[in-house]
C-alpha cells in the first residue's frame, strides 16, 4: 500500500485537475458564446452602417453591373483587419458592389438576419439585412475559422496562466499535504524510539483532533499492556511462591520416611506427603483454570443445561464434602437453559466457589446449592456456615493469592479470584454478602434471555430438589 501522504496528494491532486479541467471546459464555453456574440453584434452594426452610408449617398451603388468596392467596415484589431466581407444585392438578385475581402458567390440566400452558409467550401456567418428605401439587400459576414481563431487566442490568453500555476498549486498541495501528517510522523518516531518496557502515554507533542482518538487508543493499549504485565510477574511471583512452599515440605517429609525409625513415623510421614500431593494438584489444577479463563473468548456460545451443570458438579464435589463431613444440598429450579460464550466457565466458577464453602465449613453443615431464573437473569447461590468473610476483606478477596484471616488451610487464594475472571468473562456479577444466621452468602448472577428449553431437548440432572 502506497504511504498516507501520497494517496492524499493524489487524491487532491486528482480533484484539482478535475476541477480545473472543468474551468477549462467552463471558460472555453463561456468564452465561445461571448465572443460569437459579440462578433454577433459587430456583424450587425456593419451591415446597418453600410445600409446608412448607402442611403446617404456616401456609397454609389447605381453603377450598373457588379463592381467590387472597398466598403467600410469595422476592424477587430491589426490581427483580424478586413476580415469582415459584404456584398450588397438588389432585390431582383443582382450584385451591386462587394468588398475586396468578399468571397465570390453569394454569402447568403435571401432570408434576413444572421445564418450560416458554405461559400467557396468555406463556412461562414452572414447578417442579411433590406434597404426597403432602396430595394437593397445588405450582406456582412465573417469567415468561421477566423471566429475560431479569435476564441482559441482568447481562451489560450485565459488559460496559459491557469497552466502556468499547476505545477505551483501541485507542489503547494504536496508541502500542505506533509505538513498535515507530520503529526503522525512526530507519533512514529516517539514510537520508534520507545524502550521495550516503556508503556507510559505517547509523548508526541499536541495531537490535531483527527489523531487524538488514535493516540488515546494506544495510551488505553499500553495501559491494559502494562497491568497485565503486572498481572503476569504477580502471577509469577507468587505461583512460584506457592509451589515452593508444598513441594520444599513434600522434599522434607519423604526423607523423614526414608530415615523413619518405625512404622508410625514413616506413615505420618507418609499422610503428610500425600496432604502436600493434594494441595500442590489443587494448586496446579487452579493455576490452568485461571489460564483458560483469562483467555477464554466473548461472545457467542451455545445453550447449557445449567440445572444438570449443577447437579454434575455436586456429583464431583460429593467425595470432599464427604471427607469434610458436609453435605451439599441443591435447591434449584429445574429446566433452566441459558446461552453462554463458554459453557466451561460457568463450571469453573461454580467449582472454586463450592469448593472454598466445603473447606470452610464446619463438620456437619450444609452447603447450599441454590439456583433461579428472575428478570432474563439466571442465578446461582452458595450458601455455607463458615466464619464468613470479615468486612475489612470483602473487597479484596477476588484478588489474585490472596487468603484471608478466615481462610481455611492449604488454600492458594486463587479460587474466588478465578470465580471472578470467569464471571466476568460471562458478562455477569459476582457478589458476596454475610448470611443471616452465620456463614457467607456467594451469587452469580449470569445475563441470560430467561429459563428457556432448547428445542428438543429436556434436563437430564437428577431432581434439582433433591441431597446430593
Given amino acids: 500500500m502506497t504511504s498516507i501522504r501520497v494517496r492524499l496528494f493524489a487524491i487532491l491532486l486528482a480533484a484539482t485537475g478535475a476541477v480545473w479541467l472543468s474551468a477549462v471546459w467552463w471558460i472555453q464555453h463561456s468564452t465561445r458564446a461571448e465572443v460569437e456574440q459579440v462578433l454577433d453584434a459587430r456583424l450587425a452594426e456593419a451591415a446597418q452602417m453600410v445600409s446608412s452610408l448607402i442611403s446617404d449617398r456616401r456609397i454609389d451603388v447605381t453603377t450598373a453591373g457588379p463592381v467590387a468596392r472597398d466598403l467600410p467596415v469595422p476592424a477587430a484589431g491589426a490581427d483580424y483587419a478586413r476580415q469582415l466581407s459584404c456584398q450588397i444585392w438588389s432585390l431582383d438578385g443582382a450584385l451591386l458592389g462587394a468588398s475586396a475581402s468578399a468571397p465570390s458567390g453569394r454569402l447568403a440566400a435571401e432570408q434576413t438576419g444572421f445564418s450560416d452558409s458554405l461559400v467557396d467550401g468555406e463556412a461562414w456567418r452572414v447578417y442579411t439585412m433590406i434597404n426597403e428605401d432602396l430595394g437593397l439587400r445588405v450582406m456582412v459576414g465573417d469567415r468561421l475559422t477566423v471566429r475560431d481563431r479569435l476564441v482559441a487566442d482568447v481562451a489560450r490568453g485565459l488559460l496559459l496562466p491557469a497552466l502556468a500555476i499547476l505545477p505551483v498549486l501541485a507542489a503547494l498541495i504536496w508541502i500542505s499535504v506533509g505538513r498535515g501528517l507530520a503529526p503522525l510522523g512526530r507519533m512514529a518516531r516517539a514510537l520508534g524510539q520507545r524502550a521495550a518496557e516503556d508503556l507510559g502515554p505517547v509523548a508526541a507533542g499536541p495531537l490535531p483532533r483527527e489523531i487524538r482518538p488514535m493516540g488515546a487508543a494506544l495510551d488505553g493499549l499500553f495501559a491494559r499492556v502494562a ?242
Avoid: W, Y
Fill in 227 to 468: 497491568a497485565a504485565r503486572a498481572r503476569e510477574k504477580s502471577f509469577t511471583a507468587f505461583a512460584a511462591h506457592e509451589l515452593k512452599t508444598p513441594l520444599a515440605g513434600i522434599k522434607t517429609q519423604a526423607q523423614i520416611a526414608a530415615m523413619a525409625p518405625d512404622e508410625a513415623t514413616r506413615r505420618q510421614a507418609l499422610a503428610r506427603i500425600e496432604s502436600g500431593v493434594a494441595r500442590t494438584d489443587r494448586m496446579v489444577r487452579q493455576l490452568l483454570e485461571l489460564a483458560a479463563v483469562d483467555g477464554a473468548p466473548a461472545g457467542g456460545g451455545e445453550v447449557v443445561d445449567v440445572t444438570r451443570l449443577v447437579s454434575d458438579l455436586a456429583q464431583d464435589m460429593q467425595r470432599l464434602a464427604a471427607g469434610r463431613e458436609v453435605r451439599l444440598v441443591l435447591k434449584v429450579a429445574p429446566g433452566l437453559f441459558c446461552r453462554i460464550p463458554d459453557p466451561v466457565l460457568p463450571a469453573v466458577a461454580l467449582r472454586n466457589i463450592v469448593e472454598n464453602a466445603v473447606l470452610a465449613s464446619p463438620a456437619g453443615e450444609e452447603v447450599v446449592i441454590e439456583g433461579v431464573a428472575r428478570d432474563a437473569r439466571i442465578t446461582l447461590s452458595v450458601l455455607d456456615r463458615g466464619p464468613g468473610i470479615p468486612e475489612a476483606e470483602r473487597t479484596r478477596v477476588t484478588e489474585r493469592f490472596f487468603r484471608g484471616t478466615s481462610a481455611p488451610a492449604g488454600g492458594s487464594g486463587l479460587g474466588l479470584a478465578i470465580a471472578q475472571v470467569a464471571v466476568e468473562r460471562l458478562g455477569g456479577r459476582l457478589g458476596f454478602a454475610p448470611r443471616t444466621g452465620g456463614g457467607e452468602a456467594v451469587r452469580i448472577a449470569l445475563p441470560c434471555a430467561g429459563p428457556d428449553r432448547e428445542s428438543g431437548r429436556t434436563p437430564k440432572g437428577k431432581d434439582a430438589a433433591a441431597r446430593a
